[in-house]
């Protein structure tokens, strides 16, 4: 069964940093590419970055906003994912989500995480 | 990037009944468009992709179908527990954008 168990939200101050964990089970980790997706509360779902398979380069893409702000990065040996997040903003206060990409047909987000809330405020 | 448009926002019905939900892209995408359906506090799952492709475990009163910039999503006699939130997202370039978001009310 995959299991994606997101962890490290919380409250933070503007400006400040913070890093999320995802600790991945049930499928190969390292053969999978996954993406990190964030809903602000009580809006629609942005999709926020995304990392490949190190087989497939290891390469990271994100939302251009987000670019320079926020890091993905993966420890296959841990079956983990991370997401550095700094110069944080209130704006940035929503749920994130780490999925999987099993690459059905382009990116499909086959399973997600239980989501981690992230408030950032003074 | 790609603007992604749901409509309606909002949606009400009844169980039984035969409901549509229409996204339109700003530009074409060919057939990679994707819904996710989301319950009330929980994290979204994949209905269909590629269009018309349902997930493994979707029943069959859901259907997708659309190309280009028009696609749809219809969900024939609705059951209780398909009263949700619905979205939409194209994975044809990045960044792989999502609709609004539908909710569908009883």
């Known amino acids: 069964e995959v299991q994606l168990v997101e962890s490290g939200g919380g409250l933070v101050k503007p400006g400040g940093s913070l890093r999320l964990s995802c600790a991945a089970s049930?499928?190969?980790?390292?053969?999978?590419?996954m993406t990190w997706v964030r809903q602000p509360p009580g809006k629609g779902l942005e999709w926020v970055g995304r990392?490949?398979?190190?087989?497939?380069?290891?390469?990271?893409d994100y939302a251009a906003p987000l670019k320079g702000k926020f890091t993905i990065s993966r420890d296959d040996s841990k079956n983990t994912l991370y997401l550095q997040m700094n110069s944080l903003r209130t704006e940035d206060t929503a749920v994130y989500y780490c999925?999987?990409?099993?690459?059905?047909?382009?990116?499909?987000?086959?399973?997600w995480g239980q989501g981690a809330l992230v408030t950032v405020s003074s | 990037d790609i603007q992604m448009t749901q409509s309606p926002s909002s949606l009400s019905a009844s169980v039984g009944d035969r409901v549509t939900i229409t996204c339109r892209a700003s530009?074409?995408?060919?057939?990679?468009l994707n819904w996710y359906q989301q319950k009330p506090g929980k994290a979204p799952n994949l209905l269909i992709y590629?269009?018309?492709t349902l997930e493994n475990g979707v029943p069959s009163r859901f259907s997708g179908s659309g190309s280009g910039t028009d696609f749809t999503l219809t969900i024939s006699n609705l059951q209780p527990e398909d009263f949700a939130a619905y979205s939409c997202?194209?994975?044809?370039?990045?960044?792989?954008?999502f609709g609004q978001g539908t909710k569908l009310e009883i």
């Open positions: 999925t999987t990409d099993f690459l059905k047909f382009g990116t499909t987000l086959d399973y």
């Open positions: 049930g499928f190969t980790f390292s053969n999978a590419w």
């Open positions: 990392i490949k398979s190190k087989t497939h380069g290891g390469t990271t």
């Open positions: 530009q074409t995408i060919g057939t990679y």
């Open positions: 590629g269009t018309s």
């Open positions: 997202q194209q994975s044809h370039s990045l960044p792989h954008t």
